[in-house]
T-cell receptor, first 114, second 114 residues
């Protein structure tokens, strides 16, 4: 799996948009970008994923650059409950093993400031 | 619809002992993956079970073993516990649909080895 690079920490004011960057310059054509978050002492929570088009769901938006070497997760109106560690993961869609494992880095610790 | 459930939530063992952790997957899911998360680190993949067989394995010693039952639930066994096995153990379940599977995590079992 391609490696990802994320800033170790970020702050965002409550109510503002939180933009979390991720660099994945060695991504392959069959690899998707996934985002998970982990609130303190809980299991990781799936947020969103995409291949090359921008994606949006009820939680967030994912913007992937045209060359696919980087992406940004956007939380449009951050609340205190969005304080968590956010993981950007690059993962193949199919492998000989079936459902592919997730390879986590150390993520970005996002703190929402009241 | 219950999500992924893990038991117990907390466990204290001493060095050399053996431990069994349990996981019930989300309804409709047939694949279970286990992860170990040390303090301050991202989760690390241990192994994955599908159709009652180990399909993938991460870089963990043979002291770590598992099992999947016909109802898709799973157990993680760790023998000869070491202090370094102290961690949060996470179970994730998934089901392959349209070439993409989303792994959903339980809240984890926190294991302390004294």
């Amino acid at each position: 799996d391609a490696k990802t690079t994320q800033p170790p920490s970020m702050d965002c004011a409550e109510g503002r948009a939180a933009n979390l960057p991720c660099n994945h310059s060695t991504i392959s054509g069959n690899e998707y970008v996934y985002w998970y978050r982990q609130i303190h002492s809980q299991g990781p929570q799936y947020i969103i994923h995409g291949l090359k088009n921008n994606e949006t769901n009820e939680m967030a938006s994912l913007i992937i650059t045209e060359d696919r070497k980087s992406s940004t997760l956007i939380l449009p109106h951050a609340t205190l409950r969005d304080t968590a560690v956010y993981y950007c993961i690059v993962r193949v869609d199919i492998s000989n093993f079936g459902n592919e494992k997730l390879t986590f880095g150390t993520g970005t610790r996002l703190t929402i400031i009241p | 619809d219950a999500g992924v459930t893990q038991s117990p939530t907390h466990l204290i063992k001493t060095r050399g002992q053996q431990v069994t952790l349990r996981c019930s997957p989300k309804s409709g899911h047939d694949t279970v993956s286990w992860y170990q998360q040390a303090l301050g680190q991202g989760p690390q993949f241990i192994f994955q079970y599908y159709e009652e067989e180990e399909r993938q394995r991460g870089n963990f010693p043979d002291r770590f073993s598992g099992h999947q039952f016909p109802n898709y639930s799973s157990e993680l066994n760790v023998n000869a516990l070491l202090l370094g096995d102290s961690a949060l153990y996470l179970c994730a379940s998934s089901y392959r649909v349209s070439r993409i599977d989303i792994q959903y995590f339980g809240a984890g079992t926190r294991l302390s080895v004294l």
